[in-house]
């Protein structure tokens, strides 16, 4: 999510290698994209001593690249929420989202509006503050939306108000209790029926905070008038990674070509063949050379990995069927990385895999230690799982 202008596409191309357009103008992308990132972990294949060959992942030199889904939303401009630029459209498409990556022209090469002005005169920190607040007045529209008439009806019917403002908000998967602890949180003890507009904008903001986690993407770092605006994001105490999706962007194409060695996320790349590269193909990568010296990566696969597993608390659990051999029936070896809740359990794994092999769950077996563990037992992360069920599937 970001204001017009910012790098969304850019970033989401190059996290996805699903090629959107990219301009230098507003508006670019119309329509939601939705591609295929990847999270990037060490793979257990290496301690296992085992060449593997993943079926739902990619697994290079063991580093395991596991799909997640991205969406490219387009632009936000002031008044979004209430149908300026594309109106609310877009907001709409951030429903299904359970991680926002909001990225931000850090180097303040454009306007509120996203129309180019000369570097530094755009303001960051105030573009953050607008797009979460359009985020924000969308909410609040959603919530407004004949609140007289559903709070009376709520009242006579007895429901807790968290149940009614869910209710209304379910399109966003937004729990009751995430409404009730918000309201906990901001103490609002009067009636609801007394609730003001500004009361529930600020209710608004608080479910927003638990519900639709943020990372900042300060994107365009690259650019010299960056680093102050950087300063000065440091200290508003906000989770944020400086990122150069441009120089992501270049080193996938670079990689497209076969003209690298590269891994997305490392700090570092190797031309194969710098004999055969074009002045502007140097130029290009020697750009992002600096980046890398600079920044340690160009930020893209640290903001897709930290929103995994730092901010949805996921773990990467292997399910095999061949305790021995780390394979599936077809002898694939250690054939999926699976991205898990940190508090599954033996039993939910199995039901995620398989309804059936949920249902007839008898025990798993732990395959490193190969003891049996129970249904209630926590997974951990990079625990290789066997389950024995009774209705496996033959
Ligand atoms: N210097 C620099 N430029 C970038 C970077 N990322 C994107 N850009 C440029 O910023 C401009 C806008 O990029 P897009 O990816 O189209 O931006 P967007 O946020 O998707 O724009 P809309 O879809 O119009 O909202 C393009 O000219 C990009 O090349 C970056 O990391 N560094
Ligand atoms: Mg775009």
Request: glycine share 6%; charged share 25%; proline share 4%.
């Amino acid at each position: 999510m970001g204001k017009a202008n910012v790098g969304k596409s850019t970033f989401f191309n190059a996290a996805t290698d699903l090629s959107v357009q990219v301009a230098n103008f507003p508006f670019t992308t119309i329509e939601p994209n939705v591609g295929i990132a990847f999270v990037r972990i060490n793979c257990v294949c290496k301690e296992m001593g085992v060449m593997d060959n993943p079926i739902n992942s990619r697994c290079i030199n063991g580093v395991r690249f596991i799909p997640v889904k991205l969406i490219d939303i387009a632009g936000l401009v002031p008044g979004a929420h209430s149908g300026r630029g594309l109106g609310n459209k877009f907001l709409d498409d951030s429903r299904q989202a359970s991680v926002i990556i909001h990225v931000v022209d850090i180097s303040g090469s454009t306007d509120e509006e996203g129309k180019p002005v000369s570097l530094g005169f755009g303001d960051p920190l105030s573009d953050i503050k607008f797009v979460e607040n359009e985020f924000d007045l969308w909410i609040h529209s959603l919530i407004l939306r004949d609140w007289d008439k559903v709070i009376r009806e709520s009242e006579n019917l007895k429901q807790r108000i968290e149940y009614t403002i869910s209710k209304r908000l379910s399109g966003l998967s937004i729990s009751e209790q995430v409404v009730k602890n918000a309201i906990n949180t901001l103490g609002l003890t009067k009636k609801p029926a007394n609730w003001d507009k500004n009361d529930l904008l600020i209710l608004c903001k608080q479910i927003r905070l638990t519900s639709k986690p943020i990372i900042i993407a300060a994107n365009k770092a690259d650019l010299p008038t960056s680093d102050p605006n950087i300063s000065k994001l440091k200290r508003l105490d906000r989770l944020f990674f400086t990122c150069v999706s441009e120089a992501e962007l270049l080193l996938k194409r670079a990689l497209q070509k076969n003209l690298i060695y590269y891994l997305p996320g490392d700090s570092d790349f190797e031309i194969k063949n710098p004999g055969i590269l074009s002045k502007s193909q140097l130029e290009a990568l020697d750009m992002v050379s600096k980046v890398l010296k600079k920044f340690g990566s160009t930020g893209v696969q640290n903001i897709i990995n930290h929103a995994c597993f730092e901010i949805l608390n996921n773990i990467v659990v292997y399910p095999v069927e061949d305790e021995y051999k780390f394979t599936d029936k077809k002898g694939n070896v250690l054939p999926d990385a699976r991205i898990v809740s940190k508090n599954i359990t033996a039993k939910q794994l199995a039901n995620l895999i398989h309804n059936d092999l949920g249902k007839g769950f008898l025990y798993a077996i732990d395959v490193r230690s190969k003891q049996r563990i129970g249904a209630e037992h926590m997974l951990k992360n990079n625990d290789i799982i066997k389950i024995v069920s009774t209705t496996s599937r033959n």
